[in-house]
């Protein structure tokens, strides 16, 4: 196991740390720059009673942003660099290879570890991951998936007893909240994951997840009425609600797309709502999806039956990945790939479970195969390599002085 993680740290020191030296860019000087309070650390406690509002009427309870732990970070990091975009670049570096080999760690409780490495590679230059290792205004998302995913693993973890488990993995849940509105994902996937494989005491754990819960909501109602920041209007907060259910099946196969075959630029919101693929395919797709996946859950049962806890696991873990994003609740953005990252695991964790039940074993197929993947980790390289030249063309270039 140290062997894979020392290759998946080399290689994305080698991809990722050429962008250290980028500066801040789009959100970071609202997020950073230009944010007075972010400036002095005496403003510490005051992120923990205030948010980021969404525009005018628009603001509520579960429109405006509660993430105190990123602000908290970004302050800290301002007040020891005085201001240097280093600091915030390596420190996300460092966390982001750190959820890279939780990812691996992940796999590896599953799948043997050439499996959980060639996986884990994959998670490591596609795309979707490409802004959680330069994007400094996406704190939110990289701490949020570091802190679930380590809950995640410890819950696994058979070499701890339920207390301890379940006290670290809520305080970590805790942490992943306060650092996104997403970290509640990890929440319905700890408890589904104990009552899938009927291993966790949920009795125990549901006490400790409740006051991590109320606690939370406790502390985002006082943040509700305070704000340091205003985010800027979207296609769907403009958006009535019928509108919005109108548009998760185009949503889908969006994201779809960007998890299984991501182009270099991410679709627009005119691209979606003006321009979609016909009706006819994105139907069509969702069918052959659903069928594909009940279908292989038979076979799975009929034939695999111990691998069918695990495929349902990352079935269940590619579902939440994604339908926290289907603007069910409107967000500030329409689509972003920056969000798949959990929708990934699990899309990884399903191919992972097809490798190893595949009925087919020859030599000849088994070479193709590799020969396969390995193209399409190449071609994913090439991909987040690429937009990371872009970005840093962008800031060399075009981008706007703070």
């Known amino acids: 196991m140290p062997k894979y993680l020392f290759f998946l740290i080399l290689t994305g020191l080698i991809i990722f740390l050429p962008t250290i030296t980028i500066g801040f860019t789009f959100d970071d000087i609202a997020q950073i720059v230009n944010n007075k309070y972010v ?3 005496e403003n510490l406690p005051m992120f923990l009673k205030s948010g980021i509002a969404a525009p005018g009427e628009k603001n509520g309870f579960f429109t405006f942003f509660y993430r105190p732990f990123p602000f908290m970070l970004y302050t800290l990091l301002y007040d020891y660099g005085k201001g240097n975009p280093l600091n915030f670049h390596v420190v996300q570096l460092f966390f982001f290879l750190l959820n890279t080999c939780l990812v691996f760690i992940l796999f590896s409780k599953f799948f043997s570890s050439r499996l959980s490495f060639i996986l884990s590679l994959i998670f490591l230059v596609h795309p979707i991951s490409q802004t959680l290792a330069t994007y400094i205004a996406d704190y939110f998302d990289t701490f949020s998936f570091f802190f ?8 696994i973890s058979k070499k701890i007893t339920i207390w301890p488990k379940a006290i670290l993995s809520c305080i970590l849940l805790f942490f ?4 996104k ?20 005491k949920m009795k125990i ?24 920041l205003t985010y800027l209007s979207s296609y769907p907060l403009e958006q009535p609600f019928l509108n919005r259910i109108l548009m998760i099946p185009t949503l889908l196969f969006y994201y779809y797309k960007e998890i299984f075959a991501p182009a270099l630029s991410e679709p627009g919101v005119k691209e979606i709502t003006q321009n979609p693929p016909p009706l006819l395919i994105i139907l069509g797709t969702h069918l052959l999806l659903i069928i594909g996946t009940v279908a292989y859950t038979l076979f799975l049962k009929k034939h695999h039956p111990k691998f069918l806890k695990i495929f349902l696991f990352f079935l269940c873990c590619f579902f939440l990945g994604i339908i926290l994003y289907v603007q069910i609740l409107p967000l500030d953005m329409l689509i972003e790939r920056r969000w798949l990252s ?29 020969i396969l993947i390995a193209l399409y980790i190449l071609a994913l390289t090439s991909a987040t390599i690429k937009l990371n030249l872009d970005l840093k063309e962008w800031w060399l270039h075009i981008a706007p002085q703070p």
């Open 39 to 41: 400036h002095h650390k």
């Open 176 to 179: 992943s909240l306060l650092s």
């Open 148 to 155: 679930g995913m380590l809950a995640l693993i410890i819950i």
């Open 205 to 228: 754990y549901s006490f400790s997840l409740l006051f991590v819960v109320i606690l939370y909501a406790l502390l985002r109602n006082n943040a509700y009425h305070n704000h340091f």
């Open 342 to 370: 959990l929708a990934l695991v699990g899309a990884l964790g399903m191919l992972g479970v097809a490798v190893t039940t595949f009925p087919i074993r020859s030599k000849r197929f088994i070479f193709i195969f590799r």
């Open 181 to 200: 509105e997403s970290g509640a994902l990890f929440i319905p996937l700890i408890c589904f994951y104990g009552k899938l494989f009927h291993y966790l």
